[in-house]
């Protein structure tokens, strides 16, 4: 639509019309555009949405007798008078050498070509210039956070609006990872690993404006893996301590056994304390009794496994 709020009027009636109306041109005279003697009209105008757009390359000399400012379907000013309801087109200048208008706030559906006509000698002139709306960069549409069983193939997407269009990056947030993993809307992890889990950031961008950021946390599920588990060696009569550490997503569930018998939490002398990645047995006074064979058992919904320890005299 661009500039709104404007006689509209088909293109090639309106340059008839605003020629033979705006400069009284009788039927048969030719409009001759480029002429050598009116100034080259610069190509493009370039501007952010949002800012405004001046045109001002519209030259006039003690020759000049009418002159009028178009976009692609309607009239913006004719002289001093605006024929363009929009406020935020204004007449900027209307001098012996110069006549500007300016176009506020623009927007994406202003862009297109404008153009300047002016009356000399009774030869009508006219000169074109190309306004060009630049658009930051907008994300759109993006994957939710996602949880996943290990082994399982992840798909992310990331959509994202500008002018011109943006530059989709993909990074995946964590210490190990080098560089940018993808340059495109969508990344695709085949087999995905426990290492492979965490935040990755979507970037969009068009060098308009700074870079767009989100981030999609990815949750990659396993079953437990105990990575210490070691014996330990008390005097009777000392504080002993049993460590069982395990890595699982979800956390893993701990459980003690003597033997084939399984210690119960608040058991005389005895203290379990179970967190996220390790369970602690405490011996608060070893007694010969307490020596022997400890299994710790690591188990979550996908799976459980187990590391035997022994608790022994010095």
């Not at 509209?8 to 009284?24: D, G, K, N, Q, T």
């Not at 929009?86 to 012996?96: E, H």
């Not at 492979?196 to 068009?206: D, H, I, L, P």
């Not at 009569?237 to 459980?255: H, N, T, Y």
């Amino acid at each position: 639509m661009g500039v709104g709020g404007c006689l509209a009027l088909p293109w090639r009636c309106l340059v008839v019309l605003c020629l033979r109306l705006l400069f009284l041109v009788p039927a048969g005279v030719p409009v001759r555009s480029g002429d050598a003697t009116f100034p080259k009209a610069m190509d493009n105008v370039t501007v952010r949405q949002g800012e405004s757009a001046t045109l001002s390359w519209c030259s006039v000399d003690n020759r000049v007798t009418r002159v009028a400012w178009l976009n692609r379907s309607s009239i913006l000013y004719a002289g001093n008078d605006k024929w363009c309801l929009d406020p935020r087109v204004v007449l900027l200048a209307n001098t012996k050498t110069q006549y500007s208008i300016q176009i506020q706030d623009v927007d994406v559906y202003d862009e297109g070509p404008y153009t300047c006509s002016v009356q000399t000698d009774n030869h009508p002139k006219t000169s074109r210039v190309h306004l060009i709306v630049q658009v930051s960069p907008k994300i759109t549409e993006i994957s939710s956070d996602i949880s996943i069983n290990e082994g399982g193939n992840v798909s992310l997407t990331c959509i994202a609006t500008g002018r011109p269009d943006p530059t989709i990056t993909w990074r995946h947030i964590s210490p190990k990872a080098v560089g940018f993993i993808s340059e495109d809307e969508y990344l695709e992890i085949t087999g995905i690993t426990r290492e492979q889990s965490g935040e990755y950031e979507c970037s969009a961008s068009n060098d308009v404006s700074a870079p767009v950021v989100q981030r999609v946390k990815v949750t990659v599920n396993y079953p437990p893996y105990i990575s210490d588990a070691k014996s330990t060696g008390v005097p009777v009569g000392q504080k002993g301590i049993l460590l069982c550490e395990a890595s699982a997503v979800p956390s893993a569930d701990f459980q003690w056994y003597k033997d084939d018998k399984r210690l119960a939490e608040g058991q005389k002398g005895l203290k379990v304390e179970n967190k996220a990645f390790f369970s602690r047995l405490t011996f608060f006074n070893v007694s010969e009794q307490d020596y022997g064979n400890y299994t710790c058992v690591a188990s979550n919904q996908l799976g459980n496994t187990n590391a035997s320890m022994i608790l022994y005299g010095e």
